[in-house]
């Protein structure tokens, strides 16, 4: 958002204003901020379950503007305004259906839909809109992914889910397995990772879709340790967090070769939970294909779909903290 | 759903619990819980027509999680749970936009969008589906259609309806006429027929879309009257019910003139509300063609814009029951 | 909507009832209903920006039936129900996946859809369609585009628009420029002004897509003043307002070459700007393409965002009087 007008000024004056106007980047959070979000997410749990729900956010209104479908993502947000109380306005094919297929901008159609919303939260194909449209809007913007960019309350959730599981972040061991190259969950939960102390993170990923340089010149220049390795069980051993991550066969193109050879390399079975810590996590962005087996489901380290519900908490508190204030 | 977890036990304190956890078939409804669920409905008449509107199922959110669009259904739904007061999250082509795209088993669609909802409305393109995710749901699910299988809600207002309009369902003569071998819902409205006493079924269609054997085998075991007639103004001047439905072209294929021949075989017009009895009635799930001619339309014996509309006090009735008890 | 049924009755019973049943063409309002409903919609203003939100629509569902997409209409649609409380149902694209994909009449789906809802917006790709809805429901329909035929929200907030910046409309002098033959925008706005005393029109544009005659007749039997001319400086320099459009590329076909030519030909920019008047204002139904360009936006006379925003106003005015009335 541009300036707080004086709409915003007063629709914030219920707490003290929360420091972020929007929600872009993995990167603009500090660890003071995430610590006390994460305090706001874990109030939002009980505000979930229990009757009568929340009505915090009665008569406010998000519009959800995906370029791109993301069933998923946009039914978490769409929960977690009306866990809250308040009304959604839905588009799951703007690309397509709007007026940007008239060759309209970005920012002329921001500026339309800020005017019947309260709250943009947005799905781009282009990497980097998510800051145009915030440049362009009065309201509060949330990037809900950007293409190849950015996705900011995934790598939140991600975050929230291993303290919630592990009870800290600092000095914990982590194992980012399988698609390192075109997921950028990972590349934005190494990002988050790298502002705690004294985490080690070991990429475990078939040759061809290896991690890139610039996540790991990154975590040399925050003195975070890492390493690679081709041996899943060596590595499943010594982690407090195994991150499981599914080939995303789009990025192969013809190759379905390279495909099936690099899908089938590094798969979360019963064997590797048997050698994993009693305390350990296996963590998941889903969907899954078969990277994780059925078995490993009924564990209590298979933690993947509390991680999906913890992005509901992670989605409320934020809905409550741009719109509301701390 | 799989258990009374811990949410759905204090969620459902309200009333007395419904015996039923999930609506997936037509046949697991017997006569008792039918008579029960059609006094829930009468009463959602009052509800729906009367201002203030109700707010019973107020912070209550249902995923209508659809895998093939049905726009009429998903409406249906939509506006019985907004008229109890309940929110809703909407995905009306799953299949293409959602995880399932990429490969992602329906269990595990079904536990992450229980994580957003209090109960789940789906429709699907493949027979047993709603079972499976029943069977992998924590909270309630009801089958909105799943491809040839079943409908159970569409069987229910049928026979609502003829128990409003009739009066009773025991003793009455019913005729189901038209496309009686694709049509899921006559085949659902014959297994509910079955539970009554004295029940008289007559089978009047083209030769290519007669009832088939095991619908059949199934009345004559339940000892339910049936005789198949190639006559129907013979039939509809001895019927209480005369239940016309639309020849689906999509199950002829390249035979055109197969569909062409069985479409025109069977219309009710004026010439046969003419035999018809006094308080007779005519129904029909819609949309409909010309097997039913416009100028029908104006005769009191035409219910079928009543039957649709009893499809939402149905619906209100499942979604308070489910979500609340009794 | 056929007739005020009992239900409709107790529903419209809070206010004196509005005049109107359903909103289906731009020539259907005069000057007194108009001025009527523009002050309606300056309380909406208010209504909109303080907490908390209205909720005098609580309990009304509104059903958004749109056979073809416009997310833009159908967002500001939903936005207005809902900044005053009320509900909606929505289907964007129930061309392809309603029952009219199965051959269903307009007429049998408005009978459904009214049974699910309190009022219904539809846009179609036929003209004259809201008219045939309007006749088959009990409810109120508006219009919300229907082909080449009316668009009269647009219309309603074009004039609203007019007003509140130049603070009249009678005696102004209004430039429509660019695409006059295919936009229904302006020829409904032509026809809106013709209602007022001494008003002035202009038309610039190409060659190709000049107004056509049926309104230069209308405009001439009523009176209005008009000119033909090919000097926007010259027209800018005299107009209160200056209505720009889109040149409608999906309206040339193949001729590419026309297209091209057409949409350079009468661009508003800084120049343009520098001639008008100081109080007078651009306008534009948007979306836009170049036609105004980027650093015309922070003019303040640059008043197409706030155009786009009374369009919120107009239609919480009409869904308040159509349902409470006045």
Same mark, same amino acid.
């Given at each position: 958002?541009?300036?707080?007008?004086?709409?915003?000024?007063?629709?914030?004056?219920?707490?003290?204003?929360?420091? %972020?106007?929007?929600?872009?980047?993995?990167?603009?959070?500090?660890?003071?901020?995430?610590?006390?979000?994460?305090?706001?997410?874990?109030?939002?749990?009980?505000?979930?379950?229990?009757?009568?729900?929340? #009505?915090?956010?009665?008569?406010?209104?998000?519009?959800?503007?995906?370029?791109?479908?993301?069933?998923?993502?946009?039914?978490?947000?769409?929960?977690?305004?009306?866990?809250?109380?308040?009304?959604?306005?839905?588009?799951?094919?703007?690309?397509?259906?709007?007026?940007?297929?008239?060759?309209?901008?970005?920012?002329?159609? @921001?500026? @339309?839909?800020?005017?019947?919303?309260?709250?943009?939260?947005?799905?781009?194909?282009?990497?980097?809109? /998510?800051?145009?449209?915030? /440049?362009?809007?009065?309201?509060?913007?949330?990037?809900?992914?950007?293409?190849?960019?950015?996705?900011?309350?995934?790598?939140?959730?991600?975050?929230?889910?291993?303290?919630?599981?592990?009870?800290?972040?600092?000095?914990?061991?982590?194992?980012?397995?399988?698609?390192?190259?075109?997921?950028?969950?990972?590349?934005? %939960?190494?990002?988050?990772?790298?502002?705690?102390?004294?985490?080690?993170? =070991?990429?475990?990923? *078939?040759?061809?879709?290896?991690?890139?340089?610039?996540?790991?010149? =990154?975590?040399?220049?925050?003195?975070?340790?890492?390493?690679?390795?081709?041996?899943?069980?060596?590595?499943?051993?010594?982690?407090?967090?195994? =991150?499981?991550?599914? @080939? #995303?066969?789009?990025?192969?193109?013809?190759?379905?070769?390279?495909?099936?050879?690099?899908?089938?390399?590094?798969?979360?079975?019963?064997?590797?939970?048997?050698?994993?810590?009693?305390?350990?996590?296996?963590?998941?962005?889903?969907?899954?294909?078969?990277?994780?087996? %059925?078995?490993?489901?009924?564990? *209590?380290?298979?933690?993947?779909?509390?991680?999906?519900?913890?992005?509901? =908490?992670?989605?409320?508190?934020? %809905?409550?903290?741009?719109?509301?204030?701390?």
């Amino acid at each position: 958002c541009r300036a707080v007008g004086s709409q915003r000024a007063h629709l914030s004056s219920i707490g003290k204003r929360f420091q %972020l106007d929007d929600v872009i980047e993995a990167q603009q959070f500090d660890r003071d901020t995430l610590s006390a979000i994460f305090e706001v997410a874990d109030q939002m749990e009980n505000v979930e379950k229990n009757l009568p729900r929340s #009505q915090i956010l009665k008569g406010y209104i998000m519009a959800t503007l995906f370029y791109e479908p993301s069933t998923r993502t946009r039914l978490s947000f769409e929960s977690a305004m009306k866990r809250l109380g308040g009304e959604v306005l839905t588009t799951e094919n703007a690309r397509e259906f709007s007026s940007a297929a008239k060759g309209e901008t970005l920012e002329d159609s @921001i500026r @339309i839909v800020e005017g019947y919303s309260d709250i943009i939260v947005m799905r781009h194909f282009e990497s980097g809109a /998510a800051r145009r449209a915030a /440049a362009a809007a009065k309201i509060p913007v949330i990037n809900a992914g950007d293409g190849p960019g950015q996705h900011p309350t995934q790598a939140l959730l991600d975050v929230y889910t291993i303290n919630r599981e592990i009870g800290k972040l600092d000095g914990i061991t982590v194992g980012l397995v399988g698609d390192l190259a075109n997921g950028r969950t990972v590349r934005s %939960l190494a990002y988050l990772l790298a502002k705690y102390d004294n985490v080690k993170i =070991y990429f475990v990923s *078939p040759d061809v879709v290896k991690m890139k340089d610039d996540i790991k010149d =990154y975590l040399s220049s925050k003195n975070v340790k890492w390493e690679e390795s081709a041996d899943l069980m060596d590595v499943a051993s010594q982690c407090d967090v195994v =991150y499981q991550t599914r @080939i #995303q066969r789009e990025r192969f193109g013809e190759r379905i070769d390279l495909y099936k050879e690099a899908r089938g390399r590094y798969i979360v079975n019963r064997n590797v939970l048997s050698v994993m810590k009693e305390n350990a996590v296996i963590l998941h962005p889903l969907p899954r294909l078969d990277e994780i087996t %059925l078995d490993v489901d009924e564990d *209590p380290r298979a933690a993947y779909f509390r991680q999906a519900k913890n992005g509901l =908490y992670i989605r409320m508190a934020l %809905l409550k903290l741009l719109l509301l204030g701390w």
